[in-house]
């Protein structure tokens, strides 16, 4: 990271880029990884490069949700885990939610490798190696989480989710939180809380929002919830990346 020089136009970009990068030598980020932070560095380009004002709401909206849950946890991939392992775990502290490793091309070697980056960053408690419960309605492997861990929370955040366990979850009645630049993916589209945004830029603006939320009552939290629009927020993001502004 020393070598990108941080005036460069595209710091940010190159930054993320090469994190990825190392997360594949680590053994912590699956080369498909690469394909994903591609397309969304696309995306994100087309954006601006900026949080735009609907996904700000939502992630106001996701900091609530997680504030008012029994049992939120954060689900964390090779991406996520190579892009914001502090974050994540700063995040998880602000709001009382539990970490999960939870991989859509799993391997105890990834699950363990994943798991000791989190420690590194700060992390305590990492779930995701127990494995002891299925989500239903998918195949084997991909339908792999904690008993006590995504199997039975309320509040879930899945950034950068594969659709097909998006939709599973969603059908399981969790309140999803999606985090992902591409506003037409299933995932998004399918979850309460759809934050197109770069997970580099949400993840510290909804930890923000629960730090600042941290004394609000039950009855103001919901009415942020209830004041964010998902169907406006889709079609808001979805409208900037076609005309570009
Ligand atoms: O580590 P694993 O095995 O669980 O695999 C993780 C990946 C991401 C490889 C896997 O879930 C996958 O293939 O995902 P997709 O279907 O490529 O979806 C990833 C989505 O995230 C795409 O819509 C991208 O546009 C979006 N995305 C990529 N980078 C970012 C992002 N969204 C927000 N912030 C990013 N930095």
Redesign the pocket.
């Known amino acids: 990271e020393e070598e990108i020089p941080e005036d460069h136009p595209r710091y940010q970009d190159l930054l993320?880029r090469h994190r990825i990068e190392k997360g594949v030598e680590k053994g912590i980020?699956?080369l498909?990884?690469m394909?994903?932070?591609g397309?969304?560095?696309a995306?994100?380009y087309l954006l601006g490069e900026a949080t735009i004002p609907s996904a700000a709401a939502a992630e106001r909206a996701a900091a609530a949700h997680l504030l008012c849950a029994d049992h939120p946890v954060l689900s964390i991939?090779?991406?996520v885990a190579a892009?914001v392992p502090g974050e994540m775990t700063a995040l998880a502290e602000a709001t009382g939610a539990d970490l999960e490793v939870?991989?859509?091309?799993?391997t105890p070697e990834?699950i363990e490798a994943i798991a000791d980056h989190l420690r590194e960053h700060g992390a305590e408690d990492v779930k995701g190696l127990e494995a002891d419960a299925r989500i239903p309605n998918l195949d084997h492997q991909r339908a792999k989480v904690d008993a006590d861990g995504i199997y039975e929370a309320d509040v879930v955040l899945v950034?950068?989710?594969?659709?097909d366990r998006a939709e599973a979850l969603n059908e399981m009645g969790k309140t999803e939180i999606v985090?992902?630049?591409?506003p037409l993916?299933r995932?998004p589209q399918v979850a309460e809380i759809p934050i197109v945004?770069?997970?580099?830029r949400?993840v510290p603006n909804m930890t923000e929002h629960a730090q600042e939320l941290a004394d609000a009552d039950e009855e103001q939290l919901r009415a942020i919830i209830d004041d964010f629009d998902r169907d406006a927020a889709l079609e808001d993001a979805e409208d900037r990346i076609r005309s570009g502004v």
């Not at 939870?102 to 799993?106: E, P, S, T, V, Y």
């Not at 950034?159 to 659709?163: A, H, K, T």
């Not at 945004?197 to 580099?200: E, K, L, P, T």
């Open positions: 993320t980020t699956h498909q990884g394909h994903a932070e397309r969304g560095s995306f994100d991939n090779g991406n892009l939870n991989l859509f091309n799993r990834r950034p950068l989710e594969d659709g985090i992902d630049l591409n993916s995932s945004d770069n997970i580099i949400a």
